[in-house]
C-alpha cells in the first residue's frame, strides 16, 4: 500500500479566490447582523437594529462586488456558487426574518410567514445553482433570473429601518396588528410573504 500523502493545513483556504473572500464578508455581515439583533432584543437600544440593517446593506455590497470580481478575473467556480448561496441565506433569508421579528411582529403567523420566506429564499438559491449551466445556454453567463433575486429583501430590511427611525416597531407598527382564531397577525409580514412569494416564481427578471 502506498503511503498517504499528508494533507497541508489550511489548503482549502488557499482554494479561496478573491471573489470568495468578499463572500465570506458577505456572511460575516449577515451573522453580526443577527448578533445585533439579539443585543437589541436585551438592551432595547435602537441603535443595535440600525447597526442590523447596515450590516445587510453592507452584505449587498459585498455580494455585488464578489460576482463583478469572479467575471473580471473570469474564475467562476462551484465552490464561489455555493459559498454565494450559504452566504446569502444568512444575509437575505434568516437576517430580514430576524430583524421583521425584532420590530415586533412576533405573532405565531408572522413566525409562519418568517419561515415561509426562509423556505423560499432557500429554495430560490438551490433552484438557481442547478439550473445556473442551462439558463446560460452553453455562454457561461446566466441572461435572466427565474424569481426575484434573494438580495432584493434588502427593500424590506430598508423599510424596517425607516420604520425604526420613526418610531413605528412593536405596538406603533405600521398596519396594526388583526387576531385570527386568537392568534396576532401583523399585515406588514405579508410583504414578507409576497417578497418570498416572487423569489419563487417563474417571473424572469434580466441580469445585468
Not at 424590506?156 to 420613526?166: P, R, S, T, Y
Request: aromatic share 12%; hydrophobic share 50%.
Amino acid at each position: 500500500m502506498l503511503p498517504t500523502r499528508p494533507r497541508k493545513p489550511f489548503s482549502m483556504i488557499r482554494e479561496f479566490q478573491l471573489a470568495d473572500w468578499f463572500t465570506l464578508a458577505n456572511a460575516a455581515c449577515g451573522a453580526g447582523a443577527l448578533f445585533s439583533i439579539m443585543s437589541y432584543l436585551e438592551l432595547h437600544d435602537v441603535n443595535h437594529l440600525f447597526f442590523a440593517c447596515g450590516l445587510v446593506l453592507s452584505a449587498l455590497v459585498f455580494d455585488i462586488f464578489d460576482g463583478r470580481i469572479a467575471r473580471w478575473q473570469n474564475k467562476n467556480s462551484v465552490l464561489g456558487r455555493e459559498l454565494d448561496s450559504l452566504a446569502d441565506v444568512i444575509s437575505f433569508g434568516v437576517a430580514p426574518a430576524i430583524i421583521g421579528y425584532a420590530c415586533g411582529m412576533v405573532g405565531i403567523y408572522d413566525r409562519i410567514v418568517f419561515v415561509f420566506f426562509i423556505v423560499c429564499g432557500v429554495s430560490r438559491l438551490a433552484r438557481y445553482n442547478v439550473t445556473a449551466e442551462r439558463l446560460s445556454d452553453g455562454s457561461g453567463k446566466v441572461k435572466y433570473f427565474e424569481g426575484t433575486p434573494i438580495p432584493t429583501s434588502v427593500f424590506l430590511v430598508l423599510l424596517l429601518a425607516v420604520a425604526a427611525w420613526l418610531g413605528a416597531v412593536n405596538q406603533r407598527l405600521w398596519f396594526g396588528e388583526v387576531s385570527l382564531l386568537g392568534y396576532k397577525l401583523h399585515p406588514f409580514v405579508l410583504l414578507f410573504a409576497l417578497s418570498g412569494s416572487l423569489m419563487i416564481s417563474r417571473l424572469r427578471i434580466p441580469k445585468p
